[in-house]
């Protein structure tokens, strides 16, 4: 069965850490990260990319517009 | 076998940056709605192809630096005169899209005249309302839309309505008049409301663009320095709280 996979890239020195993106991710895709950017947030970051599905609902709620969103269909073989 | 990554190629992009949005970092606190809302503003334009008719006009308030975010032409309006100069804008120049974002303490306080006139007089304009229920800007003071028993800089023990009056529910006091073709509330705190508020905001300028009258797009939106919570915190007392005093959906059209 083909499935679906996704990956994000957060720009880093956007982020500001609010976290709205961990919240919304449905599969527990992200988190903040322990380390902080130049700004001293606690950017985003992918914690858990296999669970990743391309869904975009991180970057839909992102106010900062620094999540972009890659989607890839797999076949088995 | 681990799973080959997922290429970052432009086929396989769906979702990025919109393009009339600058790289200009927002000043916005972490996880406010006006960028999610600017983000929205962006992406529509850019949809409808109207990137070199568009002119906004930007308020007082936290959103009055949208010029530098938002690649469009702006024009700064004296505080909550933002309806008048839209007014005079789209009678001079009918095919452009001339559209107003405003705050509650700009719309609903010291431009409640000028709003309502320029929607009884059926101005071919959209209205976005941003409504946080606070004056952000100022360091989170009472502003006419303050819930009930809501704690603010001026109101410490809780807005209360024999001494503040009740939450002004905007949009559905503007439904009543007949120039207004259009009234709609949404939010931007989940993935679902953000595409529904999409959709409501294109309807709205594709209305100003048909010549239908006013537009009036709410936006019931957090303010998480100004209610002293975490973004995450401020979403959720979005959904417990505000969204009961002011309902999701059209209210007309």
Known sequence: MAKIRGIVTIEQERCKGCGVCVEACPSQVLELAFEVNGKGYHYAKMANPD??????????????????????????? | MAAREVARTPENKVYSKP???????????PGCS?????????????????????????????????YDYIDIDWVEAAHGRAAAVGTAIKRLNPSKLVFTYQGDGDLAAIGTGETIHACNRGENITIIYINNA????????????TLLGQRTATTPQGRDAAQHGYPFKVGDM?????????????????????????????????????????SFVEFVSTCSSGWKMTPVEANRWLAEHMLPVYPLGDIKG
């Open chain 2, 34 to 66: 006006h960028g999610t809302i600017h983000k929205l503003i962006a992406e529509v334009i850019d949809e409808m192809g109207m990137e070199h008719e568009a002119i906004g006009i930007s308020p007082v308030g936290c959103g009055v630096l949208a």
């Open chain 1, 51 to 77: 669970a990743c599905t391309g869904c975009t609902s991180c970057a839909l709620v992102c106010p900062d517009s620094c999540i972009t969103v890659y989607r890839q269909k797999d076949s088995d073989d």
């Open chain 2, 174 to 214: 503007l439904a009543q008049l007949d120039g207004v073709c259009y009234v709609t509330r949404q939010s931007v705190h989940t993935p679902a409301s953000v595409r529904r508020a999409k959709k409501a905001l294109r309807k709205a300028f594709e209305n100003s663009m048909q010549q239908k009258g006013l």
């Open chain 2, 134 to 145: 606070i004056y952000g800007m100022t360091g989170g003071q009472m502003a006419p839309t």
């Open chain 2, 19 to 29: 393009r009339l949005l600058t790289d200009a970092v927002m000043h916005f606190c």
